[in-house]
């Protein structure tokens, strides 16, 4: 870190700020959580997992929507930090007030939720086309992995205070009820989030812009009409865009089901979540090593190397019967995980025209999004058609091979596509 300048410290400590929230809020408390909460109040188990269902769809699909146009606004000088600090001041807000909601008021609780889902999916249209501004293209690389690196790395403090809280409260040791101390896992989110994005927000400035004008959303409404009717001029970057779709959607349900995989064979929850700590862990050296690897054979080639891991992860989950064999599965996707998010991050990067970051990137965002729904309903049909989640997670291998064969037909340039092409 020490080698990183003052504007990529700060970029670099946003990604150590929000992963706080990804584990903690989205993949492993608030659920738990939620569902006890509304469980208490006499919902049906599947009704109450529906309703999270529905938060998670309505926040992201909201987001996902806006993010072309949010990130054309964000393109006009001094705007783009101005919605950065909104979304990410909104996110950080609900999150906390997810600590003095009383647990019976699920309704309440969920609401909270999705506006945290908002605030931290639109702060990140925004993080991510800030890579432009604090770095140069010869560094996106390894800045880009830097930043996922210290995001699994972060992410395990306040997840390991957290759990540490909650067993503690089950054992009787710690004299605070469940909830209280579930509470204060998401009061303790929170302030981390907050605390780590000043840096943030005190030394990253928006460096390529394009001017304001009188009427800035509708301009941008009509400069992303235009960007649609100009696909094939940009047929590098939505040639790539197509291939992260469909690779980046079996990354995203791998990781996202990996507890209903562990479910199925037996292994407990707290097994389950030792497990996902420890992948968290190697997957922080690895997305390191990812950004080396890419400045030396270049971030496409790694793509690759990290989309064939994955197929490789899922043929070996088809035979996969034991905790070992899921220990195994869980070290390779960690060897990858980070370092797949990291470069697909920064190949977009340099494709895109700087002073338009922000609309291109809301088009990633949108990819990213939209990433999360083909995977998961592969996985389900499959998986009911044949009585068998190891054939669900099987199934994938579809997705990484789509993937991985639209990218080797993305051109081997790095060349800024044109604002204006003709």
Not at 21 to 37: G, Q, R
Not at 182 to 190: D, L, S
Not at 223 to 239: D, N
Request: charged share 10%; with cysteine; net charge positive.
């Amino acid at each position: 870190m020490s080698r990183l300048t003052k504007q990529e410290k700060s970029w670099v400590f946003y990604d150590w700020a929000n992963s706080a929230y990804s584990i903690l809020i989205t993949t492993a408390i608030f659920p738990l959580y939620f569902k006890a909460a509304a469980n208490g109040a006499g919902l049906a188990g599947s009704t109450s997992t529906a309703y999270l269902g529905y938060a998670n769809s309505f926040g992201t699909l909201l987001v996902s929507i806006c993010a072309p146009i949010l990130g054309t606004i964000g393109d006009f000088r001094g705007l783009k930090k101005r919605l950065f600090t909104f979304f990410v001041i909104l996110g950080i807000a609900f999150t906390a007030l997810l600590a003095v909601v009383p647990s019976s008021q699920w309704l309440i609780l969920l609401i909270c939720y999705v506006i945290t889902v908002i605030g931290f999916g639109g702060a990140n249209i925004f993080y991510d086309a800030f890579l432009v501004d604090v770095t140069s293209e010869e560094r996106m690389n390894k800045i880009s992995a830097r930043g996922f690196a210290m995001g699994y790395i972060g992410s395990t403090i306040p997840f390991i205070i957290g759990i540490a809280l909650i067993l503690l409260s089950q054992q009787e040791i710690l004299p605070l009820s469940v909830t209280v101390v579930t509470q204060i896992a998401f009061a303790i989110t929170a302030i981390w989030w907050g605390t780590f994005t000043i840096p943030m927000l005190k030394n990253v400035q928006q460096v390529y812009y394009v001017e304001r004008v009188a009427n800035p959303v509708s301009t941008s409404f009509k400069k992303v009409l235009q960007t649609l009717k100009r696909i094939k001029a940009y047929r590098p970057l939505f040639l790539f865009l197509i291939a992260y779709f469909f690779y980046i959607d079996g990354v995203h349900t791998i990781i996202t089901m990996s507890t209903a995989y562990g479910t199925d064979l037996g292994i407990s929850s707290t097994n389950l979540l030792i497990i996902l700590f420890a992948t968290q862990v190697i997957a922080a050296p690895f997305a390191l090593v990812y950004g080396k690897l890419a400045d030396k054979f270049t971030g496409k080639r790694m793509l690759l190397v990290g989309i064939f891991i994955y197929i490789i992860i899922c043929i070996y989950a088809y035979f996969m019967k034991t905790t070992l064999d899921f220990w195994i599965l869980a070290m390779l996707v960690g060897s990858s995980q980070g370092g797949i998010q990291a470069l697909s991050r920064s190949y977009f990067a340099k494709l895109v025209p700087k002073e338009n970051a922000n609309e291109f990137f809301g088009f990633y965002n949108i990819f990213y999004k939209f990433a999360s729904i083909l995977g998961p309903a592969l996985v389900g049909f499959t998986a009911q058609i044949t009585g068998n989640t190891n054939a669900g997670v099987f199934s994938l291998v579809i997705l990484f091979i789509l993937g991985g064969a639209v990218l080797m037909r993305v051109p081997e340039t790095t060349e800024k596509i044109q604002v204006n092409p003709k």
